[in-house]
């Protein structure tokens, strides 16, 4: 029966409506006090405000956004650098599109391609690969963003470059790591997150092996959770179960993407790349090992030692308070800019720019 | 960002050594990098990110999670019942 299921079987089981009502009262009846749960990851965040399930689950669980979002924790100084490198003659500076509007000190990669700059969107690391290959008297780099799901592809353009000889082809590495940043939240003196939905993607990738020692560590349970509405019912529930049973678990509510161990070729490919260094997360600062730079045998790909971009003097927005929404210490409506400075059209920081911030589902979906 | 598109792998090929696969996703077709899941075949699912095979979908696993929650669904059915009397 299995292989016979239709294309839109997998999507419509997920968003079937008489579900997620039982499902919703189901989460309604176990609960019995106030939990806070932060989804870590941003595409969460937008699919639960989009399916407007905040509204359906009980006043006692406050769902607290976390910082998954990778556009919005790129520190500005990577930013700057990339605009810089953007502005260089003979360079082609290529990126997810999600990246363009996020504001620098100064400007954007959308205002330079504005004014001349060859900034192009591509939707895979491969394509800007193809772009070095097509133009080999142009540079051609790519701003490599992204949490553990992204890392693979990121890798396999550093791979794919170097299998093809491809001297005019550079990343600038910026991806990052979801546990440390866990840790980081979890030993805030301000945190408040009793349980975490665990990013379904990153687990997809990296299995879940590197979360029981947290929920030990921190006596918080976690649950991986996928993007589906029942997906995500499905893991606020197994989580506010056992939140109410006192146990601290991981569980797996996205089994059909997510085991235990992960997907070992894409670990492996991930190592063969890169190393963990220590990243500055924007608004957040420095968290040690979360971020993943090119090892020694492919640092000929790194565009920061391809370009010497010298010191750049950085200018945050003072009124901006994405840091404490990263961080789920703030709502995005609690800032005083939220939808009248800072808009998606005109974002005084990145969560308001990203499909995944948290301030732009706000502002999208109609909270405030 | 993280994400993940589920498609149907239509056949597979290989460019510059690279593990590709063409991917239907609901009638449009796609070029996806299928490195990380080498035991893939046509027929298979799978979900995408970036141009990127993440995983292949377990079917069986879908139709255990929905055969859980329908569970879940029928029992709080049963107790609205025995409510409704």
């Known amino acids: 029966m299995a292989s016979e299921m239709q294309s839109n079987d997998f999507l419509k089981g997920f968003r079937d409506a008489k579900l997620v009502k039982k499902v919703v009262e189901e989460i309604h009846q176990r609960i019995s006090r106030p939990w806070s749960i932060m989804e870590i990851c941003g595409g969460q965040t937008h699919a639960i405000m989009q399916f407007g399930l905040d509204q359906l689950l009980p006043k006692e669980i406050e769902l607290v956004h976390g910082p998954g979002c990778p556009v919005c924790v790129t520190a500005l100084e990577l930013i700057d650098q990339a605009l810089w490198i953007a502005c260089q003659s003979k360079v082609i500076f290529t990126s997810f599109g999600d990246m363009l509007r996020v504001p620098g000190s100064t400007n954007d990669l959308f205002s330079i391609r504005a004014s001349g700059g060859q900034v192009r969107v591509v939707y895979s690391p491969l394509d800007a690969v193809k772009i070095a290959k097509d133009n080999p008297d142009q540079e051609v780099v790519f701003f490599a963003i992204g949490f553990e799901t992204t890392a693979p592809a990121n890798a396999m353009a550093v791979i794919h470059a170097q299998k093809l000889g491809l001297e005019n082809f550079s990343i600038l590495p910026a991806n990052v790591l979801v546990p440390p940043a866990m840790h980081t939240i979890l030993n805030s003196p301000n945190n408040r997150i009793q349980g975490f939905l665990a990013a379904g993607h990153v687990c997809a990738i990296m299995g879940y092996w590197e979360y029981p020692p947290i929920a030990k560590r921190y006596q ?149 | 960002m993280c994400l993940g598109i589920p498609g149907k792998i239509l056949s597979i090929y290989e460019e510059q050594s690279t593990k590709m696969a063409k991917v239907d996703f609901g009638g449009v077709t796609r070029d996806v990098c299928i490195e990380v899941i080498p035991e893939a075949e046509p027929g298979n699912w799978t979900i995408v990110h970036a141009g990127f095979a993440l995983n292949i979908l377990d079917e069986a696993e879908a139709l255990e999670t929905l055969s859980i929650l329908q569970e879940i669904s029928e029992l709080a059915g049963e107790e609205d019942s025995i409510i409704g009397i």
């Open chain 1, 220 to 368: 918080v349970p976690i649950v991986v959770t996928g993007f589906e509405p029942l997906d995500l019912l499905q893991g606020i529930l197994s989580t506010v179960e056992l939140l109410e049973d006192g146990r601290v678990e991981v569980n797996n509510a996205y089994p059909r993407v997510v085991s235990f161990e992960g997907n070992k070729a894409a670990q492996r490919l991930i190592n063969q790349v890169f190393e963990p260094v220590d990243r500055k997360w924007r608004g957040i600062g420095i968290i040690p090992k979360s971020g993943l730079g090119l090892r020694e045998e492919f640092r000929s790909f790194d565009a920061t030692k391809r370009f010497q971009t010298g010191e750049i003097q950085t200018q945050e927005s003072d009124i901006c308070m994405a840091g404490e929404v990263l961080q789920g210490l703030k709502k995005p409506a609690d800032c005083p800019a939220f939808g009248t400075l800072c808009t998606p059209n005109s974002p005084l920081g990145a969560p308001m720019v990203s499909s995944e911030g948290a301030c732009a589902a706000y502002y999208r979906y109609g909270k405030n």
